[in-house]
C-alpha cells in the first residue's frame, strides 16, 4: 500500500517543491512505496525557477511539477495521507484543514533560499543547500519501517529526524 506524504509551505514554491521532488525521487530509487504532494496554503501560482533548477541538476525529474493549493487535497475522494510535513514556518502556524486518514504532522523548518542575501550564484549556492538538508532528512524518513509503524512510533521517529 502506498505512503501518502504532503509536505505543506505557504506558496509552494520552492522549499515543499524541493522536499516533494526529492522524497519522489529517492523513493523511487529505493524502491519505496512513498508518494509525495506539494501544497501551499496561498500557492503563488508559480515555481521558483531556482527550485526546479536545482532538482533538475540533482537528476530529478521536474516535469509533473507545480503550484498548486492544499484545497487539492482535502476531501473524501483524495489520497488518504500518512503523513504531513511543514517546511515553513508561517505554514506550521497555520490552521490546516482536515485530512483524510488523520495523518501524523510534523514540521521540519528550512530557511527560504529565495531570501538568501546576495546574488545570483548566493542563492543558487543556498537552494543546494537546502535541497541537500531536505534530501538527507526524506533519506532518514525512507528508512523508516511506515508500513508496520502506529502513529505514536511514526511520530517519535519523525520528532528525532527534526533535530538532525
Known amino acids: 500500500m502506498t505512503i501518502n506524504v504532503l509536505i505543506l509551505c505557504t506558496h509552494n ?3 515543499s517543491v524541493l522536499a516533494e521532488g526529492m522524497l519522489n525521487h529517492l523513493a523511487g530509487k529505493a524502491g519505496k512505496d512513498v508518494r ?23 537528476g530529478v525529474d521536474v516535469s509533473s ?22 517546511v515553513c ?15 501524523v504532522k510534523i514540521h521540519w523548518g528550512y530557511a527560504d533560499p529565495s531570501n538568501a542575501v546576495g546574488g545570483e550564484e548566493e542563492k543558487r549556492i543556498a537552494f543546494e543547500l537546502t535541497r541537500q538538508a531536505i534530501g538527507y532528512r526524506m533519506l532518514q524518513l525512507l528508512a523508516l519501517p511506515l508500513e508496520s509503524m502506529t502513529d505514536a512510533e511514526l511520530q517519535r521517529a519523525l520528532a528525532t529526524i527534526s533535530t538532525t
Open 13 to 15: 514554491s520552492a522549499r
Open 36 to 58: 509525495a504532494f506539494s501544497a501551499g496554503s496561498a500557492p503563488s501560482g508559480r515555481l521558483n525557477p531556482l527550485a526546479l533548477e536545482t532538482l533538475t541538476n540533482a
Open 65 to 86: 511539477c507545480r503550484s498548486k493549493s492544499w484545497d487539492e487535497f482535502v476531501g473524501a475522494d483524495k489520497p488518504e495521507m500518512r503523513v504531513v510535513i511543514t
Open 89 to 103: 514556518d508561517s505554514a506550521a502556524r497555520e490552521a490546516c484543514p482536515y485530512w483524510p486518514g488523520s495523518p
